[in-house]
């Protein structure tokens, strides 16, 4: 089963795989910079000259359009953690690619929040983080 988490919570953990612009420096795991958010993008939300719904609809063009939902489950596998920066219930962009992979193979990818697995976690459920991470 295909999972969601943050660095904090299973950035250490073998099946775990960056989708973010930067990672911890102690996070020596897989990455796959093709669901990196824009650099620009994550910027501008940061700043908050965006909102979470333009940020969303940028991502989902930006990014998402341009790959095949499958391709993405063949490479990174049956059993991966697609991890990123912000703490479970925050608004980010491994929600937003679990909702574009559950849409569109129709698999379920719940959110792991350390010893519980979440399977519903709707982005509207989502807040913006207060605090300032690190870009590179």
């Known amino acids: 089963m295909v999972l969601t988490s ?3 919570i299973k950035g250490k953990d073998k099946k775990g795989i960056a989708i973010s612009v930067s990672s ?3 996070y020596s ?3 796959y910079p093709e669901l990196y958010p824009p650099i620009d993008l994550v910027i501008d939300y940061k700043r908050g000259t965006i909102s979470q719904e333009e ?3 940028r991502y989902n063009n930006e990014v998402l359009a341009k790959l095949d939902p499958f391709d993405v489950i063949d490479i990174i596998g049956n059993d991966a953690i697609l991890l990123c920066w912000e ?3 925050k608004f980010c962009h491994r929600r937003l690619v679990a909702k574009w992979l559950e849409d569109s193979i129709g ?3 719940p959110e792991y929040r350390g010893k519980k697995i979440h399977k519903k976690v709707l982005q509207r459920e989502f ?3 207060q605090t300032t991470l690190p870009l590179f």
Do not use: Q
Request: proline letters at 10%; glycine letters at 20%.
């Open 6 to 8: 943050c660095f904090g």
């Open 87 to 89: 703490g479970p219930g």
């Open 107 to 109: 698999i379920e990818i």
């Open 29 to 31: 795991g897989r990455i």
């Open 24 to 26: 911890p420096s102690w």
């Open 127 to 129: 807040v913006v983080s």
């Open 55 to 57: 940020y969303t609809y």
